[in-house]
Nanobody, 126 residues
């Protein structure tokens, strides 16, 4: 499975971006899909995920109410709609895919994901 995230860019505080990720070689309906981000000098951080088995979505606290993860099976693509962006959201955002359907308390662990893609830069200016 190959993953490629796209849709990043430079926006002002309060702006929006929509990231996309389309895995090749496997249907997203058979995968748990997640978004992670990594800011300079910081560890990789979980952002959001949508579970394979029941399509339950899960967000880190800082993303709740601002970000929405969704999937389009027809396009075999997942999205991360990001609204009300803040400078603290500046990071490289990567999508990840896993063949498991983890319990929600584990869905934020990178260990639950088998495939990782190249990231896309999101920069939020103040």
């Amino acid at each position: 499975v190959q993953l490629q995230a796209s849709g990043g860019g430079l926006v002002q505080t309060g702006g929006s971006l929509r990231l996309s990720c389309a895995p090749s070689g496997r249907s997203i309906s058979s995968l748990t899909m997640g978004w992670f981000r990594q800011a300079p000098g910081k560890e990789r951080e979980f952002v959001a995920a949508i579970r394979r088995s029941d399509r339950t979505s899960y967000y880190t606290n800082s993303a709740k109410g601002r970000f929405t993860i969704s999937r389009d099976n027809a396009k075999n693509t997942i999205y991360l709609q990001m609204n009300s962006l803040e400078p603290g959201d500046t990071a490289v955002y990567s999508c990840a895919a896993g063949t498991r359907s983890p319990i929600l308390s584990a869905i934020n662990s990178p260990n639950m994901y088998d495939y990782w893609g190249q990231g896309t830069q999101v920069t939020v200016s103040s």
